[in-house]
Structures are given as structure tokens and as C-alpha cells.
């Protein structure tokens, strides 16, 4: 799995887009970038993921820039309940093999 | 929500005693995983199941062992439980499909080993 890259920690006003980055510079082109959150003492919540063009869904979008080295995930009216971490993860479609590599994800606080 | 639940939710043991803990679905899904997270390490990998008595290691799985004997419940067993093993574990399913297969995850048990 490619290693990402995330910011330790971001500040959103309430209402507002948030906007979260991250590299995967060696993303191979197979491997798929998968977001999840997980809110304070909860498990992770599986968010969107993308292979090379823009996706959304009922809780976010995501953007992947054309050489797929980075992306954006975009929650378009952030409300107090997004305030959580936030995971960056890239790996590939491997139906035997579905392990999830966690790094420290970027603290997003929804400021009211 | 998935249907995923975990037992017991918190737990307070001493060292060298066994622990087990539980994670039962109602999904049907073939892959169920097991991880820990601790401060300044995220969520590792202990072990997981890609079928009823198919199971394998994970990037931390020293001291624990997994059984899945039914598709809809994955145990993990602490055989002597050490200070060391003081964390929150949390269980995972996924239908391991063709595509691509999102988790999910259930509400944690948090252990602490005295």
C-alpha cells in the first residue's frame, strides 16, 4: 500500500466547507484512496473512496488530481458532529487480502 | 449501521489471566479483522478471518490467537494477558466481494490489564 502523507490537524468553522488534503505521491495505479473518520471513542466510519475521478456521496466528495499523487476530501457544510480524525488510505482492489493500513489521520475541529 | 456488536465493552483483568473477547455480526460478510489502537499509533492489523476456520496473522499479532468457527462470530483470545495488551480492540467486517470492499466497524472494547 502507498504511504500518505495528512496535516496532524485542521480547524473548520461551523457551516463552512471542510477541506482535507492528502498525498499519496506513490500511488501505483491500481491503488484505490479510501477515507474514513472516527469520532471520539467510536470505530472507524468507512466515508468515500476513488480510483481516478471525482466521487460523491451523501456525505462527502472526493478529488483526485489527474496525476493522482494527491487528493481532497470535501464535506461541504461542516456541522459540529464532523469534528473527528480523519484517514487517508491507499491501497489496492485485492479481494483476498483486505487488510486496512491506519496511519494518524488529520484531527478535524468543527469550530461553532 | 452495520450489524456489528462487540463483548464485553470494557474490561478490567490481571496480567497472566486468559482474556477473550467477541465479535458477532449479522451481515453475512466472509472477512472479519481485529485491531488495537493505542496513542500515537493508530489502528493495527492483529489478525483476521476470511472464512469460518480461515484465519491469519496481522502486523501485531504476538500473544493473541483468533477462532471463527461460524461466519457470524470471530473471538480473540489474550492466553496470558500482560500490561502491554492495555488497549482498545476493535472488530471489522467486510463482504469481500469483487470490488471494492469498504469495513466496517463496531463500538470497541476497551481492555485494561492490571
Known amino acids: 500500500d502507498a504511504k500518505t502523507t495528512q496535516p496532524p490537524s485542521m480547524d473548520c468553522a461551523e457551516g463552512r466547507a471542510a477541506n482535507l488534503p492528502c498525498n499519496h505521491s506513490?500511488?501505483?495505479?491500481?491503488?484505490?484512496v479510501y477515507w474514513y473518520r472516527q469520532i471520539h471513542s467510536q470505530g472507524p466510519q468507512y466515508i468515500i473512496h476513488?480510483?481516478?475521478n471525482n466521487e460523491t456521496n451523501e456525505m462527502a466528495s472526493l478529488i483526485i488530481t489527474e496525476d493522482r499523487k494527491s487528493s481532497t476530501l470535501i464535506l461541504p457544510h461542516a456541522t459540529l458532529r464532523d469534528t473527528a480524525v480523519y484517514y487517508c488510505i491507499a491501497r489496492g482492489k485485492n479481494f483476498g487480502n483486505e487488510k486496512l493500513t491506519f496511519g494518524t489521520g488529520t484531527r478535524l475541529t468543527i469550530i461553532p | 449501521d452495520a450489524g456489528i456488536t462487540q463483548s464485553p465493552r470494557h474490561k478490567v483483568t490481571e496480567t497472566g489471566t486468559p482474556v477473550t473477547l467477541r465479535c458477532h455480526q449479522t451481515e453475512n460478510h466472509r472477512y472479519m479483522y481485529w485491531y488495537r489502537q493505542d496513542p500515537g499509533h493508530g489502528l493495527r492489523l492483529i489478525h483476521y478471518s476470511y472464512g469460518v476456520k480461515d484465519t491469519d496473522k496481522g502486523e501485531v499479532s504476538d500473544g493473541y490467537s483468533v477462532s471463527r468457527s461460524k461466519t457470524e462470530d470471530f473471538l480473540l483470545t489474550l492466553e496470558s494477558a500482560t500490561s502491554s495488551q492495555t488497549s482498545v480492540y476493535f472488530c471489522?467486517?467486510?463482504?469481500?466481494?469483487?470490488?471494492?470492499?469498504?469495513?466496517?466497524f463496531g463500538p470497541g472494547t476497551r481492555l485494561t490489564v492490571l
Open positions: 471489522a467486517i467486510s463482504p469481500g466481494l469483487a470490488g471494492v470492499n469498504e469495513q466496517f
Open positions: 506513490t500511488i501505483s495505479g491500481n491503488e484505490y
Open positions: 476513488g480510483l481516478k
